[in-house]
């Protein structure tokens, strides 16, 4: 089963409300909201009201995606704004199993996202800690950025790392999917695909564009 989930960094601001309820209805197993601090990132987008803003249009699950620094000082507020699962950088974290056990104990999916720039050991002595692993395949901070190909062999790997331990953590990927690379991610062992630009656009629907999705991975 492969989870399609639109972040809301491509979407219509003016019209938020209705491009959750559109994803909502074109069938999504999630929607991804990307915080950025202006900090770890080179951009400022969304904050805690806009969490709770969602919670209260949609079901779907709600993935924030803290894209900022000392994600530690922010985690009890955006749980208990409606998110479903927490994302933190390990790059941002000094102390990332510490974070990652906070997230659970705040009741709610503890979810670690590594840049293009890391290599997988990082994760080594967290994977018991990790409820899903976000691979992104793109230097995060803006949508519409090309997929870094080399991501692939990393998101392999780690498939190969987590079967080997046994863990069936999900691997999420984000940045540049669409209907060329989602199946060499799938194919790669990606079961959570964020997209962006490539569903929030002008040349479909929401419904078309996730279809399209869809199908380019032959469910
Ligand atoms: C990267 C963000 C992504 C971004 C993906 O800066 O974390 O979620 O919105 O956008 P696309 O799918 O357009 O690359």
Redesign the pocket.
């Given at each position: 089963m492969i989870a399609i989930e639109p972040?809301i960094?491509?979407a219509d601001y003016t019209h938020l409300e209705e491009q959750a309820r559109e994803a909502e209805t074109a069938a999504v197993e999630g929607i991804?909201v990307?915080v950025?601090d202006g900090q770890f990132?080179p951009?400022i987008t969304f904050g805690p009201g806009i969490v709770r803003a969602l919670r209260n249009v949609v079901n779907v699950t709600l993935d924030v995606?803290l894209?900022i620094v000392e994600p530690e000082r922010y985690l009890k507020e955006f749980a208990d704004s409606g998110a479903d699962r927490l994302f933190v950088h390990q790059e941002a974290c000094i102390h990332l199993h510490r974070v990652l056990q906070t997230i659970r104990e705040l009741g709610i999916e503890a979810g670690v996202a590594i840049n293009p720039a890391t290599p997988l050991n990082v994760l080594e002595e967290v994977l018991e800690l990790a409820d899903i692993i976000q691979v992104?395949t793109?230097?995060?901070?803006?949508?519409?950025?090309e997929?870094i190909q080399s991501q692939l062999s990393k998101i392999s790997h780690l498939r190969q790392i987590l079967d080997e331990r046994g863990y069936h953590t999900p691997i999420a990927v984000?940045?540049?999917?669409?209907t060329t690379t989602a199946p060499l991610v799938v194919k790669a062992g990606a079961t959570v695909l964020?997209?962006?630009?490539?569903?929030y656009n002008e040349k479909g629907t929401v419904a078309q564009n996730v279809a399209a999705l869809r199908a380019s991975i032959k469910e």
């Open positions: 972040s960094l491509s991804q990307d950025m990132v951009n995606h894209m992104m793109v230097n995060p901070g803006f949508g519409g950025q997929f984000d940045g540049g999917i669409d964020v997209a962006g630009s490539s569903i």
